[in-house]
C-alpha cells in the first residue's frame, strides 16, 4: 500500500505543480526580485537614423482570401523603415497575384510545399534585415507592436522578442475560441513573469521577431518551429524577450474538432523539441533556464498527463483498500470534476456554454491530445507540413 500512496501523491504533486504550483512560485520568484531590483525599465527607442530597418516577414500557404485585410492591418503598423516580405512556398491559389499589386511587397516563392519550417529557412535566407519579425497570414498586429519589439531588442542579450497571442471569438457561444482565449491569457502571464525572472520559455508564430544573424537554419520536419527556433538562442545564452504591448490577434478554431488537430499536433511538436532541445534539460548548464523549461514546457508535454490518467486507478484502489478518508474525499472531488468536464462536453455537443464547467473539460481535452501527439508524431515523423486548422 506504501508504494501505491507514493504513486498518488507523487502524481496529484505533479498535476498540481504543473497547471498551477509553478504559476504561483513564478509569482513568488519574480516579487521578490522586483523587491530586490524593482521593476524592469522599459529601453529607450532609438530615433531618426539609429532607428534599425525591420522585415516583416509573412510565411504563407494559400491564403488569397486574408491577403487584402492582412495588408491593411501591415499599412496600418507606426514604423518608418519597415520592409514586407511574403514567403508563399508552394501556394497554388491567386495568393501570389493578389500580392502582385501592392509595390511594397517583396515575395519570396518556391513552386514546392515543403511546411512552414522549410518556408522559414528559405525567407531567412534571403531577407537582410538583423531584426526580422514574422507573424501569420491570419493575425492582425496593433499598429504599435513594431516599436515595441524594436524596444526590447536594444537589450543586447535578447536575441528573440515574443509578442502577445490574443484570441477572439467571432460570435458569441462559440466555445472553442473562448476557452482558447481563456488559455492564453494565462498562458501569456506565465509567459510574462518568465521573462521577468529570466527569460520567456519560447515564441509562438503568430508574432516572433529575431536577430537574424543568430538564426540557425532548422531541419524541415520541425513542427514547432518558432519553439525550436527561439530556445536555441536561450541554449546559447540569449534571452526571448516577453512583451505584451505587441500582440498579435486572431480568430480562434472553429470547434474543438479543429481545435484538436492544433493540439495535437502542438503536442507532437512539444515531444519532438524536448528532445531536440534536451541539453537544456542539464540544470548544470544555465540552472534557471533548466528550472522553466522542464516547470513550463516539458512535464505539460510529457509526463503530467500520464499521472493524470494514473490518479484514477491509484485513487480507485486506495479507497477500496481503505487507505484513509483523505483517499475518499479526493475521489469524491475527482468523480465531481469528471462529471463538470462530461457534462462541459454536452452543452459544446448542443452549441450551449457554461465557463464553470468548460473549463474541466477544456483542460481534459487539451492533455487527452497530447495522447494523440503522440501518434500524430510517430506518422509524421519526416514532415512539418501541418493540416490548417479552420478559424471561427
Known amino acids: 500500500m506504501l508504494t501505491l500512496k507514493v504513486l498518488f501523491w507523487i502524481s496529484l504533486i505533479l498535476v498540481f505543480y504543473t497547471y498551477l504550483g509553478y504559476g504561483m512560485l513564478l509569482w513568488l520568484l519574480v516579487s521578490i526580485k522586483r523587491l530586490v531590483y524593482g521593476k524592469p525599465k522599459k529601453q529607450e527607442l532609438p530615433t531618426g537614423d539609429e532607428l534599425p530597418e525591420v522585415t516583416l516577414m509573412i510565411c504563407a500557404y494559400n491564403e488569397q482570401d486574408i491577403v487584402e485585410s492582412k495588408m491593411e492591418n501591415t499599412h496600418q503598423i507606426d514604423y518608418p523603415k519597415l520592409k514586407v516580405v511574403w514567403v508563399t512556398d508552394g501556394s497554388n ?30 525567407g531567412l535566407a534571403l531577407v537582410k534585415s538583423e531584426l526580422v519579425v514574422m507573424t501569420d497570414a491570419n493575425t492582425m498586429l496593433n499598429p504599435e507592436s513594431i516599436q515595441e519589439i524594436v524596444r526590447c531588442f536594444m537589450d543586447p542579450k535578447v536575441a528573440c522578442v515574443a509578442g502577445e497571442k490574443r484570441v477572439a471569438a467571432r460570435h458569441e457561444g462559440q466555445a472553442a475560441a473562448e476557452s482558447e482565449g481563456l488559455y492564453w491569457k ?5 509567459k510574462r513573469w518568465d521573462g521577468e525572472l529570466y527569460s520567456a520559455m519560447g515564441a509562438a508564430g503568430e508574432l516572433c521577431a529575431i536577430r537574424r544573424s543568430l538564426y540557425e537554419p532548422m531541419p524541415e520536419n520541425a513542427l514547432l518551429d518558432d519553439f525550436v527556433m527561439s530556445l536555441r538562442m536561450v541554449d546559447k545564452g540569449y534571452k526571448i524577450a516577453y512583451t505584451s504591448e505587441a500582440y498579435a490577434m486572431e480568430y480562434g478554431s472553429a470547434n474543438l474538432e479543429e481545435e484538436s488537430k492544433r493540439k495535437r499536433r502542438i503536442a507532437a ?27 513550463h514546457r516539458v512535464l ?3 509526463i503530467t498527463p500520464i499521472a493524470l490518467l494514473l490518479l484514477i486507478p491509484l485513487n480507485v484502489l486506495l479507497v477500496f483498500l ?12 475527482q468523480i465531481l470534476f469528471y ?3 462530461f457534462l462541459g462536453y454536452l452543452l459544446e455537443r448542443k452549441g ?3 465557463k464553470f464547467l468548460y473549463i474541466p473539460y477544456y483542460f481534459l481535452f487539451m492533455n487527452l491530445n497530447v495522447f494523440k501527439g503522440m501518434a500524430y508524431l510517430k506518422s509524421h515523423k519526416s514532415s512539418g507540413a501541418w493540416e490548417k486548422a479552420k478559424r471561427g
Do not use: C
Open 322 to 333: 481503505k487507505a484513509g478518508a483523505v483517499y475518499n474525499w479526493i475521489w469524491v472531488l
Open 300 to 302: 505539460r508535454w510529457s
Open 186 to 190: 494565462y498562458e501569456s502571464t506565465l
Open 93 to 122: 491559389d491567386q495568393t501570389n497575384d493578389y500580392l502582385a499589386k501592392y509595390h511594397d511587397v517583396e515575395v519570396i516563392y518556391s513552386p514546392e510545399r515543403r511546411g512552414k519550417t522549410a518556408a522559414l529557412n528559405h
Open 339 to 341: 462529471i463538470a468536464a
Open 352 to 354: 450551449k456554454k457554461n
Open 269 to 295: 511538436g512539444g515531444l519532438q523539441s524536448i528532445w531536440w532541445l534536451r541539453s537544456m534539460l542539464n540544470p548544470l548548464h544555465q540552472p534557471v533556464v533548466a528550472f522553466q523549461f522542464i516547470s
